[in-house]
């Protein structure tokens, strides 16, 4: 599922030149009827538009959609991403900290959770040096 049909297009064409059958949904992350216990794995990509009220509930859903022993592959933006200003949204309030997806996925088993800063091009809206951020963990 992605809110954009551009990324949904590249994603199309990428996965038609290898071989790969997938199976599109352009949605909104935030009113979609999200499934419970129907991945096993969930992918949240640069999804720091949400504010933190609505995070809180994406939050949610991207746990309950995971069946157990799913596995949640996050990145994002630190506070420090504000500096760069090559991606992502101008309010550090949106960005990520390892303390806060410490207590956000707390019910999960944390495997990796990283802040590093990297030079990215992923098009004229992510280019430039970056503060990333990187979870990856496991649904009990």
Do not use: C
């Amino acid at each position: 599922m992605e809110y954009s049909l551009p990324a949904v297009e590249k994603a199309k064409q990428l996965a038609q030149a290898r071989g790969v059958q997938l199976n599109f949904q352009v949605a909104d992350v935030l009113t979609w009827t999200w499934p419970v216990q129907a991945y096993d794995i969930v992918a949240a990509i640069f999804i720091q538009f949400a504010s933190p009220a609505d995070r809180a509930k994406l939050f949610r859903h991207l746990q309950d959609a995971l069946k157990p022993g799913g596995l949640l592959i996050l990145q994002g933006y630190t506070p420090k991403q504000v500096e760069y200003k090559t991606g992502g949204p101008p309010q550090a309030e949106n960005m990520y900290t390892p303390a806060l997806l410490r207590t956000v996925f707390s019910e999960m088993e944390i495997l990796h959770l990283a802040e590093h800063e990297e030079f990215i091009a992923e098009g004229t809206k992510h280019y430039g040096m970056s503060a990333l951020i990187d979870l990856v963990a496991r649904k009990k």
